[in-house]
């Protein structure tokens, strides 16, 4: 549910001077045959900031400056535009820098755009950006920062064109700007005169770049913003209509797969019968890329069956050797030593590990690539595409500007499309073929060779003493975290100007700008050490909060149990984050915290603020063994949650119905980690081969009963959401199972000490397509 309290004021006329809470953004018209407005992109962001900067002392790094303000940063000297463009058929378009995997980001910036336009929103169309090199740092998709780094500047872009077309109109009429009114892409003149914005557009146009200004509406008049949005695709989803990357086609991009070796990063050293498998019905071309070797048919079937027809000797991978147990040795080996002396206070000790996790994306990896000697043409779901085409260049021998990206829509991927990959391994295998080629990935190259969430032990400490905890101490461990994706370069270029000290390595600074205890806990660090392990890492979404947060919130709650206070009041007590102390406030009272439940039946909560956000999660969970025990065919089950409240704070919600849904994605990645989902990795690659051996949550392992709540604004300005959910949710899954068991977990997923599943055989690497769908269907 969200809040609202407006009183819309349509038709609209603006002519009042802006107040001194209403911001202003440099804008431009642009040299177009129609009218197109653009906004400098990146250094407005930071208007502001010391505001947003007003928290009690002593402040951690990340209640300063975060890590979207790092990102905002980075942006901040580059002088590219982003452009809202009115077209001669009334519409208005607008090609956004950033990535479409399902979180609605494309809903989002077409709700913008309506607002201040005053135009319906079907009318409004948003389309990907290819990669723009010249927007250098402005093209990335991450951190949850698309809502806070494109709301004002997108906003005044479309303002602008709508001052710009009544500015047209007045002129043509011998009137007064200010006598003019908008609704629905039409201007009026009291009941004398009319034109539509598209009978506008070309006489708007500007036939050189100028600056220009327009006030935003204000809260109040809003109509389309913060009112809850059915997604502008939704209608083609639900009826197949969508295009995601593998419905892209290419002339001539004919599917292509790879044969890939039996352990992490392993190598070609001899392909014994290539000739043969050429031969193969349907089979275009066999060629030996960096880690497997590729074949080329006329169907994805063709593709499967020479692949698996391969006779390939194969050299060493990166991880070779490494086990779950390996890693863990060498994580523990590595964490930083506790530096508070208990002194005469008492202390807390806790470990907690966390396997690895699957980092796959929903839609199968898949690219396009057209190499030619002297360009290439690359189409797939991209979050840093100037990255992609810089270093897919550089490989390929070519220019940078000699490479076209362009950015497709595609599954969700959870941080996946961060790597480029798989569109670099396709960019190789058409470079080697001399032909295009429509490359997919299987979902055993996905689970065995993709991405994962690093393995990781995060230790706490806390000393308590006469009512309060004097200090609190958490070390995180983990196996390396690769950010070579872009985040990196951002810190690069900004590190003189970040709140960190010390010659800190890219995780450690990502680290100290997403994690901070909201707790009044006297002494508090929070540091990270990494062991440096050739996995494929990646920064799965969240990144280090979900495990940071879960050891946090079960260590509060063993607090509270030592101090001899209830959970909440514990929290309330000794929170210094006014935000979390009212959606806490929200979900205890909407979630009818402390009820009865019969034995093995618990509540538990956890809360957690990031990306300027605020969320408070609280769950019930069912740890009975006739629960813990239910039998369901290929599933591992163990306890269900039954309930679940969550209760968001998010700044201004552009759109709570986008907002809910980004919280209940949240919550199931959340039960996935702390109950069901991992990887176990052995003799250097993971056993799980596909989605029906990851045991990601399923329809039978959500909550029957799950409820949003939506707080009022607090902010004019929205916060990062689109990963804000999993760590409360993770935590307050945790805290339930402890008290309905009575035991503090240590180790995640609850189930990882199960191997529910037969392993798919290591060689060939993808299995045979299934026959049995029909008979497997529930």
Same mark, same amino acid.
């Given at each position: 549910?969200?809040?609202?309290?407006?009183?819309?004021?349509?038709?609209?006329?603006?002519? #009042?001077?802006?107040?001194?809470?209403?911001?202003?953004?440099?804008? &431009?018209?642009?040299?177009?045959?129609?009218?197109?407005?653009?906004?400098?992109?990146?250094?407005?962001?930071?208007?502001?900031?010391?505001?947003?900067?007003?928290?009690?002392?002593?402040?951690?790094?990340?209640?300063?400056?975060?890590?979207?303000?790092?990102?905002?940063?980075?942006?901040?000297?580059?002088?590219?535009?982003?452009?809202?463009?009115?077209?001669?058929?009334?519409?208005?378009?607008?090609?956004?820098?950033?990535?479409?995997?399902?979180?609605?980001?494309?809903?989002?910036?077409?709700?913008?755009?309506?607002? !201040?336009?005053?135009?319906?929103?079907?009318?409004?169309?948003?389309?990907?950006?290819?990669?723009?090199?010249?927007?250098?740092?402005?093209?990335?998709?991450?951190?949850?920062?698309?809502?806070?780094?494109? &709301?004002?500047?997108?906003?005044?872009?479309?303002?602008?064109?709508?001052?710009?077309?009544?500015?047209?109109?007045?002129?043509?009429?011998?009137?007064?700007?200010?006598?003019?009114?908008?609704?629905?892409?039409?201007?009026?003149?009291?009941? @004398?005169?009319?034109?539509?914005?598209?009978?506008?557009?070309?006489?708007?146009?500007?036939?050189?770049?100028?600056?220009?200004?327009?006030?935003?509406?204000?809260?109040?008049?809003?109509?389309?913003?913060?009112?809850?949005?059915?997604?502008?695709?939704?209608?083609?989803?639900? @009826?197949?209509?969508?295009?995601?990357?593998?419905?892209?086609?290419?002339?001539?991009?004919?599917?292509?797969?790879?044969?890939?070796?039996?352990?992490?990063?392993?190598?070609?050293?001899?392909?014994?019968?290539?000739?043969?498998?050429?031969?193969?019905?349907?089979?275009?071309?066999?060629?030996?890329?960096?880690?497997?070797?590729?074949?080329?048919?006329?169907?994805?079937?063709?593709?499967?069956? #020479?692949?698996?027809?391969?006779?390939?000797?194969?050299?060493?991978?990166?991880?070779? *050797?490494?086990?779950?147990?390996?890693?863990?040795?060498?994580?523990?080996?590595?964490?930083?030593?506790?530096?508070?002396?208990?002194?005469?206070?008492?202390?807390?000790?806790?470990?907690?590990?966390?396997?690895?996790?699957?980092?796959?994306?929903?839609?199968?990896?898949?690219?396009?690539?057209?190499?030619?000697?002297?360009?290439?043409?690359?189409?797939?779901?991209?979050?840093?595409?100037?990255?992609?085409?810089?270093?897919?260049?550089?490989?390929?021998?070519?220019?940078?500007?000699?490479?076209?990206?362009?950015?497709?829509?595609?599954?969700?991927?959870?941080?996946?499309?961060?790597?480029?990959?798989?569109?670099?391994?396709?960019?190789?295998?058409?470079?080697?073929?001399?032909?295009?080629?429509?490359?997919?990935?299987?979902?055993?190259?996905?689970?065995?060779?993709?991405?994962?969430?690093?393995?990781?032990?995060?230790?706490?400490?806390?000393?308590?003493?006469?009512?309060?905890?004097?200090? &609190?101490?958490?070390?995180? @461990?983990?196996?390396?975290?690769?950010? *070579?994706?872009?985040?990196? !370069?951002?810190?690069?270029?900004?590190?003189?100007?970040?709140?960190?000290?010390?010659?800190?390595?890219?995780?450690?600074?990502?680290?100290?700008?997403?994690?901070?205890?909201?707790?009044?806990?006297?002494?508090?660090?929070?540091?990270?050490?990494?062991?440096?392990?050739?996995?494929?890492?990646?920064?799965?979404?969240?990144?280090?909060?979900?495990?940071?947060?879960?050891?946090?919130?079960?260590?509060?709650?063993?607090?509270?149990?030592?101090?001899?206070?209830?959970?909440?009041?514990?929290?309330?007590?000794?929170?210094?984050?006014?935000?979390?102390?009212?959606?806490?406030?929200?979900?205890?009272?909407?979630?009818?915290?402390?009820?009865?439940?019969?034995?093995?039946?618990?509540?538990?909560?956890?809360?957690?603020?990031?990306?300027?956000?605020?969320?408070?999660?609280?769950?019930?969970?069912?740890?009975?063994?006739?629960?813990?025990?239910?039998?369901?065919?290929?599933?591992?089950?163990?306890?269900?949650?039954?309930?679940?409240?969550?209760?968001?704070?998010?700044?201004?919600?552009?759109?709570?119905?986008?907002?809910?849904?980004?919280?209940?994605?949240?919550?199931?990645?959340?039960?996935?980690?702390?109950?069901?989902?991992?990887?176990?990795?052995?003799?250097?690659?993971?056993?799980?081969?596909?989605?029906?051996?990851?045991?990601?949550?399923?329809?039978?392992?959500?909550?029957? !009963?799950?409820?949003?709540?939506?707080?009022?604004?607090?902010?004019?300005?929205?916060?990062?959401?689109?990963?804000?959910?999993?760590?409360?949710?993770?935590?307050?899954?945790?805290?339930? &199972?402890?008290?309905?068991?009575?035991?503090?977990?240590?180790?995640?997923?609850?189930?990882?000490?199960?191997?529910?599943?037969?392993?798919?055989?290591?060689?060939?690497?993808?299995?045979?397509?299934?026959?049995?769908?029909?008979?497997?269907?529930?």
């Amino acid at each position: 549910m969200a809040e609202r309290n407006r009183s819309p004021q349509h038709p609209r006329s603006r002519s #009042a001077p802006e107040g001194p809470d209403r911001r202003r953004v440099l804008a &431009y018209l642009l040299a177009a045959p129609t009218l197109a407005v653009g906004v400098r992109f990146g250094a407005d962001a930071l208007d502001g900031q010391e505001a947003e900067a007003a928290v009690p002392s002593p402040p951690q790094p990340e209640d300063l400056f975060d890590l979207g303000d790092l990102q905002n940063l980075a942006a901040a000297p580059t002088s590219g535009l982003i452009t809202v463009q009115v077209h001669t058929d009334g519409t208005a378009s607008f090609a956004v820098p950033r990535a479409e995997v399902g979180q609605g980001m494309t809903t989002a910036i077409a709700m913008m755009i309506a607002e !201040e336009l005053d135009l319906p929103l079907n009318m409004v169309r948003v389309a990907l950006a290819d990669a723009r090199p010249e927007l250098m740092m402005n093209q990335l998709t991450g951190g949850s920062n698309s809502m806070r780094s494109m &709301y004002l500047p997108v906003r005044t872009a479309a303002a602008v064109a709508r001052q710009r077309l009544i500015s047209t109109a007045a002129s043509r009429w011998g009137v007064e700007s200010a006598e003019l009114t908008t609704e629905d892409g039409v201007i009026r003149y009291g009941s @004398t005169h009319s034109a539509t914005y598209g009978s506008l557009a070309e006489a708007a146009a500007s036939t050189k770049a100028l600056p220009a200004a327009a006030p935003l509406k204000s809260p109040d008049e809003f109509t389309v913003l913060g009112r809850p949005q059915n997604r502008i695709d939704a209608l083609d989803i639900v @009826t197949g209509r969508k295009k995601f990357g593998m419905d892209h086609q290419v002339p001539d991009a004919k599917p292509t797969m790879v044969r890939r070796p039996p352990t992490i990063n392993g190598t070609v050293e001899i392909v014994h019968n290539a000739d043969v498998v050429a031969r193969m019905p349907g089979i275009t071309d066999v060629a030996a890329v960096e880690h497997g070797v590729a074949v080329r048919g006329e169907t994805f079937g063709q593709c499967i069956d #020479a692949l698996r027809a391969l006779e390939v000797t194969w050299g060493p991978g990166t991880v070779d *050797g490494e086990s779950d147990d390996t890693v863990l040795r060498k994580i523990k080996a590595a964490a930083l030593p506790m530096i508070v002396p208990p002194l005469l206070a008492k202390k807390l000790d806790a470990e907690f590990t966390f396997a690895f996790a699957s980092n796959s994306p929903l839609e199968p990896d898949n690219a396009i690539a057209d190499v030619r000697a002297d360009r290439a043409e690359i189409w797939a779901s991209l979050k840093v595409p100037i990255v992609a085409q810089r270093e897919i260049a550089t490989r390929l021998g070519l220019p940078q500007r000699a490479v076209t990206v362009h950015v497709v829509e595609g599954g969700g991927s959870f941080g996946r499309h961060l790597f480029h990959d798989v569109a670099a391994e396709a960019a190789e295998i058409s470079q080697k073929m001399g032909k295009p080629v429509k490359l997919s990935w299987s979902r055993t190259d996905n689970f065995r060779q993709g991405r994962t969430h690093p393995m990781c032990v995060s230790r706490v400490r806390a000393t308590y003493a006469l009512g309060n905890v004097l200090s &609190y101490e958490q070390r995180h @461990t983990s196996s390396q975290t690769d950010f *070579g994706h872009g985040l990196g !370069e951002m810190i690069t270029s900004t590190a003189a100007k970040l709140p960190v000290a010390g010659n800190l390595t890219f995780a450690e600074t990502i680290f100290e700008l997403t994690q901070s205890s909201p707790y009044n806990f006297g002494v508090t660090t929070q540091l990270l050490n990494e062991v440096p392990l050739k996995f494929n890492t990646g920064s799965m979404r969240n990144i280090y909060s979900p495990n940071v947060a879960c050891a946090r919130e079960l260590v509060v709650d063993q607090l509270a149990t030592k101090m001899g206070k209830d959970p909440v009041e514990f929290r309330r007590e000794f929170l210094r984050d006014e935000r979390l102390r009212a959606v806490l406030d929200k979900a205890v009272d909407e979630g009818d915290w402390g009820r009865s439940l019969p034995p093995g039946v618990a509540q538990g909560i956890g809360l957690h603020s990031e990306y300027r956000g605020a969320v408070a999660t609280l769950v019930e969970i069912d740890c009975r063994p006739e629960t813990v025990g239910r039998k369901i065919r290929d599933a591992v089950t163990g306890p269900r949650v039954t309930r679940a409240l969550m209760v968001v704070d998010a700044g201004f919600a552009i759109n709570p119905r986008g907002l809910e849904a980004q919280m209940m994605g949240g919550l199931n990645d959340a039960l996935a980690m702390a109950l069901t989902s991992s990887l176990h990795i052995k003799d250097g690659i993971p056993l799980e081969g596909s989605w029906d051996n990851y045991f990601y949550t399923r329809q039978w392992n959500t909550p029957p !009963e799950l409820r949003i709540v939506v707080m009022p604004s607090t902010s004019d300005k929205p916060s990062g959401a689109g990963e804000l959910g999993v760590a409360p949710a993770f935590a307050a899954i945790a805290c339930a &199972y402890a008290r309905a068991t009575g035991t503090m977990p240590k180790s995640f997923p609850i189930n990882h000490g199960v191997l529910g599943f037969e392993p798919l055989p290591l060689e060939p690497s993808t299995p045979q397509s299934p026959t049995d769908g029909l008979d497997r269907a529930y």
